[in-house]
Protein backbone atom coordinates (compact mmCIF):
# COMPACT_ATOMS: atom_id res chain seq x y z
CA UNK A 1 0.00 0.00 0.00
CA UNK A 2 1.49 3.53 -0.58
CA UNK A 3 1.69 6.26 1.75
CA UNK A 4 -1.17 8.49 0.44
CA UNK A 5 -3.61 5.19 0.73
CA UNK A 6 -2.62 4.81 4.63
CA UNK A 7 -3.40 8.60 4.71
CA UNK A 8 -6.84 8.67 3.18
CA UNK A 9 -8.19 5.51 5.31
CA UNK A 10 -6.98 7.39 8.84
CA UNK A 11 -8.39 10.02 7.30
CA UNK A 12 -11.79 8.09 6.72
CA UNK A 13 -11.56 6.55 9.86
CA UNK A 14 -11.23 9.84 12.11
CA UNK A 15 -14.39 11.22 10.02
CA UNK A 16 -16.46 7.98 10.61
CA UNK A 17 -15.23 8.20 14.42
CA UNK A 18 -16.08 12.34 14.32
CA UNK A 19 -19.90 11.74 13.32
CA UNK A 20 -20.62 8.73 14.97
CA UNK A 21 -19.52 11.37 17.87
CA UNK A 22 -21.71 13.87 17.05
CA UNK A 23 -24.36 11.80 16.01
CA UNK A 24 -24.32 10.04 18.96
CA UNK A 25 -24.47 13.55 21.15
CA UNK A 26 -27.30 14.63 19.65
CA UNK A 27 -29.44 11.39 20.13
CA UNK A 28 -28.80 11.63 24.33
CA UNK A 29 -29.83 15.27 23.58
CA UNK A 30 -32.79 14.84 21.64
CA UNK A 31 -33.61 11.66 24.69
CA UNK A 32 -33.38 13.72 27.86
CA UNK A 33 -35.45 16.16 25.96
CA UNK A 34 -38.34 13.73 25.18
CA UNK A 35 -37.89 12.85 28.63
CA UNK A 36 -38.67 15.77 29.67
CA UNK A 37 -41.14 16.65 27.86
CA UNK A 38 -42.93 13.18 28.85
CA UNK A 39 -42.34 14.33 32.86
CA UNK A 40 -43.93 17.71 32.28
CA UNK A 41 -47.77 16.01 30.25
CA UNK A 42 -47.37 13.50 33.21
CA UNK A 43 -47.49 16.45 35.81
CA UNK A 44 -50.82 17.94 33.94
CA UNK A 45 -52.22 14.78 33.74
CA UNK A 46 -52.27 14.36 37.14
CA UNK A 47 -53.31 18.19 37.72
CA UNK A 48 -56.67 16.88 35.41
CA UNK A 49 -57.34 13.72 37.16
CA UNK A 50 -58.04 16.01 40.89
CA UNK A 51 -60.94 17.69 38.72
CA UNK A 52 -62.79 14.49 38.36
CA UNK A 53 -66.52 15.00 38.51
CA UNK A 54 -67.98 12.85 41.66
CA UNK A 55 -70.06 9.60 41.20
CA UNK A 56 -73.37 10.99 40.45
CA UNK A 57 -74.97 10.64 37.22
CA UNK A 58 -75.69 14.04 36.78
CA UNK A 59 -72.25 15.04 36.92
CA UNK A 60 -70.98 13.00 34.25
CA UNK A 61 -74.34 14.25 32.19
CA UNK A 62 -73.22 18.12 32.73
CA UNK A 63 -69.86 17.23 31.53
CA UNK A 64 -69.06 19.15 28.44
CA UNK A 65 -70.20 17.20 26.08
CA UNK A 66 -72.17 17.72 23.13
CA UNK A 67 -72.00 14.92 20.46
CA UNK A 68 -73.09 17.36 17.54
CA UNK A 69 -69.94 19.11 17.26
CA UNK A 70 -67.81 16.33 16.59
CA UNK A 71 -63.99 16.47 18.40
CA UNK A 72 -65.29 19.45 20.37
CA UNK A 73 -63.62 17.86 23.47
CA UNK A 74 -60.11 17.27 24.67
CA UNK A 75 -58.40 14.21 25.13
CA UNK A 76 -58.19 15.53 28.70
CA UNK A 77 -61.93 16.09 28.32
CA UNK A 78 -62.31 12.68 27.19
CA UNK A 79 -60.51 10.68 29.73
CA UNK A 80 -61.82 12.06 32.62
CA UNK A 81 -65.48 11.32 31.22
CA UNK A 82 -64.14 7.98 30.89
CA UNK A 83 -62.98 7.55 34.58
CA UNK A 84 -66.17 9.13 35.89
CA UNK A 85 -68.15 6.33 34.11
CA UNK A 86 -65.30 3.81 35.84
CA UNK A 87 -66.18 4.86 39.11
CA UNK A 88 -69.75 4.38 38.77
CA UNK A 89 -71.29 0.29 39.57
CA UNK A 90 -71.78 -1.57 36.96
CA UNK A 91 -75.54 -1.82 36.90
CA UNK A 92 -75.05 2.41 37.03
CA UNK A 93 -73.08 1.90 33.76
CA UNK A 94 -76.04 -0.44 32.37
CA UNK A 95 -78.70 1.74 32.76
CA UNK A 96 -77.13 4.84 31.39
CA UNK A 97 -76.30 2.43 28.42
CA UNK A 98 -79.76 1.54 27.88
CA UNK A 99 -80.87 5.18 28.55
CA UNK A 100 -78.44 5.81 25.79
CA UNK A 101 -79.55 3.21 23.35
CA UNK A 102 -83.54 4.08 24.21
CA UNK A 103 -82.81 7.91 22.88
CA UNK A 104 -80.39 6.87 19.91
CA UNK A 105 -79.57 11.01 20.05
CA UNK A 106 -75.98 10.67 21.68
CA UNK A 107 -73.67 7.80 19.83
CA UNK A 108 -70.69 9.23 21.18
CA UNK A 109 -71.47 9.21 24.57
CA UNK A 110 -73.29 6.06 24.19
CA UNK A 111 -69.46 4.69 22.60
CA UNK A 112 -68.28 5.96 26.20
CA UNK A 113 -70.68 4.23 28.00
CA UNK A 114 -70.17 1.15 26.13
CA UNK A 115 -66.51 0.61 26.62
CA UNK A 116 -66.76 1.77 30.35
CA UNK A 117 -69.43 -0.96 30.91
CA UNK A 118 -67.26 -3.23 28.72
CA UNK A 119 -64.26 -2.52 30.91
CA UNK A 120 -66.00 -2.37 34.44
CA UNK A 121 -67.72 -5.70 33.69
CA UNK A 122 -63.81 -6.89 33.08
CA UNK A 123 -62.62 -5.00 36.17
CA UNK A 124 -65.30 -6.08 38.72
CA UNK A 125 -65.34 -9.18 40.81
CA UNK A 126 -68.09 -11.58 39.86
CA UNK A 127 -70.06 -10.95 43.24
CA UNK A 128 -70.01 -7.19 42.18
CA UNK A 129 -71.31 -7.92 39.08
CA UNK A 130 -73.89 -10.59 39.75
CA UNK A 131 -76.62 -8.17 39.59
CA UNK A 132 -75.50 -6.37 35.82
CA UNK A 133 -75.22 -9.91 34.67
CA UNK A 134 -78.84 -10.51 35.79
CA UNK A 135 -80.37 -7.31 34.09
CA UNK A 136 -77.94 -7.76 31.18
CA UNK A 137 -79.30 -11.71 30.76
CA UNK A 138 -82.85 -10.33 31.11
CA UNK A 139 -82.56 -7.89 28.54
CA UNK A 140 -81.23 -10.04 25.73
CA UNK A 141 -84.08 -12.36 26.52
CA UNK A 142 -87.11 -9.51 26.46
CA UNK A 143 -89.32 -9.71 23.39
CA UNK A 144 -89.76 -6.13 23.42
CA UNK A 145 -85.84 -4.51 23.12
CA UNK A 146 -84.80 -3.83 19.58
CA UNK A 147 -82.53 -6.78 17.78
CA UNK A 148 -79.82 -3.90 17.14
CA UNK A 149 -79.54 -3.28 21.00
CA UNK A 150 -79.39 -6.73 21.89
CA UNK A 151 -76.95 -7.15 18.97
CA UNK A 152 -74.93 -4.13 20.22
CA UNK A 153 -74.85 -5.77 23.95
CA UNK A 154 -73.55 -9.06 22.83
CA UNK A 155 -70.43 -7.40 21.61
CA UNK A 156 -70.16 -5.28 24.41
CA UNK A 157 -70.16 -9.00 26.26
CA UNK A 158 -68.04 -10.40 24.42
CA UNK A 159 -65.39 -7.95 24.60
CA UNK A 160 -65.89 -8.22 28.59
CA UNK A 161 -63.69 -11.81 28.72
CA UNK A 162 -65.45 -13.05 31.54
CA UNK A 163 -66.60 -16.28 32.17
CA UNK A 164 -70.56 -14.93 32.92
CA UNK A 165 -70.27 -13.05 29.79
CA UNK A 166 -69.80 -16.42 28.28
CA UNK A 167 -72.54 -18.57 30.03
CA UNK A 168 -75.04 -15.62 29.64
CA UNK A 169 -73.91 -15.45 26.00
CA UNK A 170 -74.15 -19.42 25.89
CA UNK A 171 -77.80 -19.14 27.28
CA UNK A 172 -79.75 -16.57 25.59
CA UNK A 173 -78.01 -18.29 22.30
CA UNK A 174 -80.38 -21.12 22.99
CA UNK A 175 -83.76 -19.56 23.30
CA UNK A 176 -82.86 -17.21 20.39
CA UNK A 177 -84.91 -17.10 17.16
CA UNK A 178 -83.74 -14.23 15.55
CA UNK A 179 -80.91 -15.13 12.90
CA UNK A 180 -78.43 -12.08 12.89
CA UNK A 181 -78.68 -12.07 16.73
CA UNK A 182 -77.51 -15.86 16.79
CA UNK A 183 -74.66 -15.37 14.84
CA UNK A 184 -73.54 -12.18 16.42
CA UNK A 185 -73.78 -14.61 19.86
CA UNK A 186 -72.19 -17.56 18.17
CA UNK A 187 -69.33 -15.09 17.02
CA UNK A 188 -68.88 -13.42 20.40
CA UNK A 189 -69.16 -16.92 22.39
CA UNK A 190 -65.84 -18.62 20.18
CA UNK A 191 -64.29 -15.18 20.22
CA UNK A 192 -64.60 -15.86 23.89
CA UNK A 193 -63.93 -19.67 24.27
CA UNK A 194 -61.08 -18.65 22.60
CA UNK A 195 -59.85 -16.03 24.68
CA UNK A 196 -60.98 -17.89 28.20
CA UNK A 197 -59.08 -20.80 27.26
Do not use: C
Given at each position: ?110 GFVSIA ?56 SNSQKN ?19
Amino acid sequence: MKNSQKGFALVLIIAMVAILTIGGGVYIYLSKEVIKSENKSDSSKIENDTAIPSKSTSSIHSLPFDSRTGDSLSVAERQQYYDALLKLDPNTIFTLWKKFEEQNDEPRRQGFVSIALSDKLTMSSENINAPVYKNIASFLTDGNNKIGSKIYLVKILGQAETAPSLQILLDVSNSQKNSELLIEIKISIMKLQKKLQ
